[in-house]
């Protein structure tokens, strides 16, 4: 089996190389429409550039998995701007898209965590519809739509969890049926736990992102490796592998935040299930040091016995 690893954003060991530029609201309309329109061109001109320089650090670093980050377009959903993001920069969309297809790259979005579709406020619903679909032209001016994914988490339960799910089943299917199809669902560390999203997932038909962390954090009455047939279930219409996250609590009294890197300790357990399981996987690496953490947990991961490194960031076991 192939075990894949992957990371979010921002290549820490490229010099200045932040996708994620932005212009605050406040600070637009404090600028006459000549100074907005540079700044949001030249904040969205520089992260597109910098995926760019990612995605070829990527390649030459042996990452297959890469998690895209959202702000790529600085103030593109805010109601009193959403501006025309697409055609000015077309020809660096394309350029991503097409080093993503030659690299045979997986890529994905993360939306924040308001971008749900369990709220009663209409809203919030219509906000994040519109999110959804910002993330879904980018993959679709990138020509990767038909195959990257867009991962969001259920929601809030708001005091009932079962009217909650009732909602998204509701508010998500006034989504585009092609923005459906790319989306994932994962779950999270307070409210859904994995048993319930994916029951979720079942029901709609989408693939479940297992996260091993927030699963700890909120492990519900299942066993993750108890888990596993069906959780793999979820990914075979898309005849892609099976997603996971993977993060290390930065302390015992702050377990929920992130940590800078993996801990193998704390990861071995989730790697043994999967080896036991075996079916490869893709996993993401969410820790604070982003790439640096992913080539690290890989060459450590490296060192243990039964675990060959085949690649910077692919293990075969």
Same mark, same amino acid.
């Given at each position: 089996m192939i075990l894949r690893f992957g990371y979010v954003s921002t290549a820490l +060991?490229?010099?200045?190389? +932040? $996708?994620?530029?932005?212009?605050?609201?406040?600070?637009?309309?404090?600028?006459?429409?000549? =100074?907005?329109?540079?700044? *949001?061109?030249?904040? =969205?001109?520089?992260?597109?550039?910098? =995926? #760019?320089?990612? *995605?070829?650090?990527?390649?030459?670093?042996?990452?297959?998995?890469?998690?895209?980050?959202?702000?790529?377009? $600085?103030?593109? =959903?805010?109601? %009193?701007?959403?501006?025309?993001?697409?055609? $000015?920069?077309?020809?660096?969309?394309?350029?991503?898209?097409?080093?993503?297809?030659?690299?045979?790259?997986?890529?994905s979005f993360h939306p924040s965590q308001f971008t749900l579709f369990t709220s009663p406020k209409e809203p919030v619903t219509e906000n994040s519809i519109t999110d959804m679909i910002y993330h879904y032209n980018m993959l679709r001016a990138m020509e990767v739509h038909g195959d990257a994914t867009i991962n969001i988490h259920i929601g809030g339960a708001y005091g009932d969890k079962e009217a909650a799910i009732s909602r998204f089943d509701h508010n998500f299917n006034k989504l585009n049926p092609s923005i459906r199809k790319q989306t994932t669902l994962e779950n999270d560390d307070k409210t859904y736990t994995a048993e319930e999203t994916l029951q979720?997932? %079942?029901?709609? +038909? *989408? $693939?479940?992102?297992f996260d091993y962390h927030h699963h700890l954090a909120n492990p519900g009455n299942e066993e993750f490796a108890d888990l596993l047939p069906r959780l793999y279930a979820t990914w075979q219409e898309t005849n892609k592998t099976p997603k996971f996250h993977l993060s290390s609590p930065r302390s015992a009294t702050v377990f929920r935040a992130h940590a800078e890197y993996v801990d193998l300790d704390f990861a071995l357990p989730f790697i043994n299930t *999967?080896?036991?399981?075996?079916?490869?996987?893709? #996993?993401?690496i969410e820790a604070k040091s982003k790439d640096k953490a992913a080539l690290k947990l890989v060459e450590e991961l490296s060192k243990v016995r039964g675990f060959k490194r085949i690649d910077g960031g692919t293990i075969m076991v």
């Amino acid at each position: 089996m192939i075990l894949r690893f992957g990371y979010v954003s921002t290549a820490l +060991s490229l010099w200045e190389a +932040s $996708p994620s530029r932005t212009l605050t609201f406040t600070n637009w309309k404090k600028l006459d429409e000549n =100074t907005c329109n540079e700044k *949001l061109y030249a904040a =969205t001109e520089q992260n597109l550039r910098n =995926t #760019i320089r990612a *995605l070829h650090y990527n390649i030459a670093h042996g990452f297959h998995l890469y998690r895209m980050s959202s702000s790529l377009v $600085p103030l593109a =959903t805010h109601p %009193e701007v959403r501006w025309d993001y697409l055609t $000015p920069f077309g020809h660096l969309f394309k350029e991503i898209g097409d080093l993503i297809k030659n690299s045979a790259m997986r890529v994905s979005f993360h939306p924040s965590q308001f971008t749900l579709f369990t709220s009663p406020k209409e809203p919030v619903t219509e906000n994040s519809i519109t999110d959804m679909i910002y993330h879904y032209n980018m993959l679709r001016a990138m020509e990767v739509h038909g195959d990257a994914t867009i991962n969001i988490h259920i929601g809030g339960a708001y005091g009932d969890k079962e009217a909650a799910i009732s909602r998204f089943d509701h508010n998500f299917n006034k989504l585009n049926p092609s923005i459906r199809k790319q989306t994932t669902l994962e779950n999270d560390d307070k409210t859904y736990t994995a048993e319930e999203t994916l029951q979720v997932c %079942e029901q709609h +038909s *989408l $693939p479940f992102v297992f996260d091993y962390h927030h699963h700890l954090a909120n492990p519900g009455n299942e066993e993750f490796a108890d888990l596993l047939p069906r959780l793999y279930a979820t990914w075979q219409e898309t005849n892609k592998t099976p997603k996971f996250h993977l993060s290390s609590p930065r302390s015992a009294t702050v377990f929920r935040a992130h940590a800078e890197y993996v801990d193998l300790d704390f990861a071995l357990p989730f790697i043994n299930t *999967l080896k036991s399981f075996g079916q490869s996987a893709d #996993i993401m690496i969410e820790a604070k040091s982003k790439d640096k953490a992913a080539l690290k947990l890989v060459e450590e991961l490296s060192k243990v016995r039964g675990f060959k490194r085949i690649d910077g960031g692919t293990i075969m076991v």
